[in-house]
């Protein structure tokens, strides 16, 4: 089970789907990362993607979209550093929204993520939450 989304749409293949449902239950095209592309990849070190504003963001969700670099750098046997850059932002009220909206975003996707690593999969009845004194840096 992902602990990003509770449903994922994904292909390792250059240009390939890399779509991320967060409701299911919303109508088509308001689930979540409906009709994002995979960018590029390293087996192990990097993964980028396109990434799209949340449904009640819709002059920033129509696009263009911004784009998702994750990087992984091994410190140990046991231990690996996750480095999360979103770029490709524009101007505007809108977007510092979706901008300010992802700084807690992605601090709720770094947490699931260390969570699903040292405690197990993700119930997405019952979500881990970030306990509210704890960020992640954000380049």
Request: net charge neutral; charged share 25%.
């Amino acid at each position: 089970m992902p602990f990003f989304a509770p449903k994922a749409n994904i292909s390792l293949v250059i240009g390939g789907p890399y779509e991320l449902l967060f409701d299911l239950d919303a109508p088509e095209g308001s689930r979540g990362g409906e009709g994002l592309k995979l960018l590029s990849f390293l087996p192990m070190e990097m993964l980028s993607f396109e990434w799209n504003a949340p449904p009640q963001y819709p002059n920033v969700r129509k696009g263009p979209h911004t784009w998702v670099v994750v990087q992984l750098h091994p410190l140990d046997q046991n231990k690996v550093r996750v480095r999360l850059t979103h770029a490709g932002w524009k101007e505007g009220e809108e977007w510092d929204r979706v901008f300010q909206y992802f700084k807690r975003a992605w601090d709720i996707v770094l947490s699931r993520l260390e969570y699903r690593f040292s405690k197990g999969p993700i119930d997405w009845n019952n979500p881990y939450r970030l306990p509210q004194n704890v960020t992640y840096e954000v380049p």
